[in-house]
Nanobody, 119 residues
Framework: QVQLVESGGGLVRPGGSLRLSCAIH????????IYWHRQAPGKERELVAT??????TWYADSVKGRFTASRASANSWNLQMNGVQEEDAGVYYC??????????????WGRGTQVTVSS
């Protein structure tokens, strides 16, 4: 059973930086995509960044140039948030989509980590 655990959320001032982490617990083949989503109060969840085990990345226009997704270790991924804006506040979720032959398309979700932006 694969479990994802996000960490690193907290209070950040506008213009500040925060680094979120997503730790993968359990066994999984090294062929998957990590999706970072966020959900602000009263809004729909939105995808902000993706990164694959092949290091291919994608960013939403709203975070491009400010957020960077990366692999921290074999089972840990980061989302570096720089130049944080008030609209970046919300709960950030890590989602893993398995791309291995045996488990293609299987999705796992973390419980989220709260990011609050306030001066």
């Amino acid at each position: 059973q694969v479990q994802l655990v996000e960490s690193g959320g907290g209070l950040v001032r506008p213009g500040g930086s925060l680094r979120l982490s997503c730790a993968i617990h359990g066994n999984i083949a090294n062929l998957y995509v990590i999706y970072w989503h966020r959900q602000a109060p009263g809004k729909e969840r939105e995808l902000v960044a993706t990164i694959s085990t092949g290091a291919t990345t994608w960013y939403a226009d709203s975070v491009k140039g400010r957020f960077t997704a990366s692999r921290a270790s074999a089972n840990s991924w980061n989302l570096q948030m720089n130049g944080v804006q008030e609209e970046d506040a919300g709960v950030y979720y890590c989602n893993l989509e398995d791309r291995s032959i045996d488990s293609y398309g299987r999705n796992y979700w973390g419980r989220g980590t709260q990011v609050t932006v306030s001066s």
